[in-house]
Structure formats: C-alpha cells, structure tokens
Nanobody
Framework: QVQLVESGGGLVQPGGSLRLSCAASGNIFSIHTWGWYRQAPGKQRDLVATITSGGITNYADFVKGRFTISVDNAKNTVTLQMNSLKPEDTAVYYC?????????????WGQGTQVTVSS
C-alpha cells in the first residue's frame, strides 16, 4: 500500500503564491507519473499538472505559466509551486501517484489540501 500526505494549502490573497508538497511512503514500486488535481465545490475533479518519471510535464491551460510541478525522486516527493493565484484557483488540491508493477498500473490519492484565494 502507498500513502500520500499533502501539505502547504491555506488562504492567500489574489496574486499571491503557495507551494504544495506531497510525500509518498509505503510499498512504492516503479513510479510512472505524479500529478496534481483540483476540485472546486460542485464541480468535477480536474487535472492541474502531471510529471512523469522521466521528467516530462503537462499542465492544464488554466495554470500554464503560473504553476510549476517538480519532483524529488530521492525523497518520493512532488511539489506544486503556484504563483499569480486567482480566486478561481480556489479548490481542494489532490496529489496523485501512478505506479507500475508487473504490467499493472496502480493509482493512489492523497487526502486533499484546501487552497483558498480571497482578499
């Protein structure tokens, strides 16, 4: 089993920055992709950014140029640096880890961390 623990959420004013981190522990086999997703009240969960084990990143259009995803492979930790935050970025942010073992992919989720952008 794999456990993901997120940290770094909170309240920030528009234009401000936050840094989210997610640490993985447990039986981690071959890491395939890390990801951050978000879900606002009454809305579906949306992809924010992903990064593969090879360092290839992908961003949702609504965060391009403002958010940066990075990973520390030695610490099994993924980080989301969020700059120029907007009120519409308010949501619960979830960390996701996809691993691969014997040809099977496994997806794990963190518990979520609240990000609120408000003046």
């Amino acid at each position: 089993q794999v456990q993901l623990v997120e940290s770094g959420g909170g309240l920030v004013q528009p234009g401000g920055s936050l840094r989210l981190s997610c640490a993985a522990s447990g039986n981690i086999f071959s890491i395939h992709t890390w990801g951050w997703y978000r879900q606002a009240p009454g809305k579906q969960r949306d992809l924010v950014a992903t990064i593969t084990s090879g360092g290839i990143t992908n961003y949702a259009d609504f965060v391009k140029g403002r958010f940066t995803i990075s990973v520390d492979n030695a610490k099994n930790t993924v980080t989301l640096q969020m700059n120029s935050l907007k009120p519409e970025d308010t949501a619960v942010y979830y960390c996701n880890l996809v691993t691969r073992s014997r040809g099977t992919y496994y997806s794990f989720w963190g518990q979520g961390t609240q990000v609120t952008v408000s003046s």
